[in-house]
């Protein structure tokens, strides 16, 4: 929940969310934001979205689809908040690619991921896991490249941070940050 708090503090005005899911992040946007858009692939989980979007303090607006073909216009949106989604994306290139389609060009993405870690030793976990992570985790990739993704579609870091949580070293190594359309 820090993770979330704070990467979630720093929305404003429009915001798209990237994988929404059962909107465990909807109570924590405060007055700054105006609406809040939330896309998720999954009906079940809009479907608890929907009770938390009830009680949220902006207006919420739900919408099943992928975050690989967003359907919003371009530069319509002021910050994209991404928690622990594009871990499981199909394709990240393609999501970040909408991400900066949809963002107006002063606009934010802000994000909280876990992804490769610096260690030779613990990528290899990594890589050996992730076959047998994706299945039982939803298409979770233990192993990508957080920050390298997001610069390599077009962004330049604002903020960094990085480090591990408590617990094992393959799943914990943690990406925060905030980000800006180049």
């Not at 979630?8 to 465990?24: D, H, K, Q």
């Not at 929907?50 to 207006?59: C, I, T």
């Not at 073909?69 to 371009?74: D, G, K, M, Q």
């Amino acid at each position: 929940m820090p993770y979330r708090r704070r990467t979630v503090s720093g929305a404003e005005g429009r915001v798209l969310e990237i994988g929404v899911g059962s909107g465990i992040n909807l109570p924590l946007y405060d007055d700054k934001v105006e609406h809040v858009i939330g896309i998720d692939p999954s009906a079940e989980l809009l479907r608890i979205a929907a009770d938390a979007a009830r009680s949220a303090q902006p207006n919420v607006e739900l919408i099943e689809g992928l975050a690989e073909t967003v359907p919003l216009e371009a530069a319509s949106v002021d910050c994209v908040v991404v928690t622990w989604s594009l871990c499981s994306v199909t394709e990240p290139g393609k999501v970040l690619a909408e991400i900066r389609r949809v963002l107006k060009p002063n606009g934010r993405l802000l994000f909280a991921e876990h992804g490769l870690a610096p260690e030779h030793s613990v990528r290899r976990w990594q890589d050996r896991l992730t076959p047998i992570w994706r299945r039982c985790a939803g298409n979770c990739h233990l192993n990508r490249p957080v920050a390298l993704l997001i610069t390599d579609c077009g962004f330049r870091m604002e903020r960094l941070d990085t480090g591990y949580v408590k617990g094992p070293k393959p799943i914990t190594f943690m990406y925060e940050g905030v980000a800006r359309p180049n």
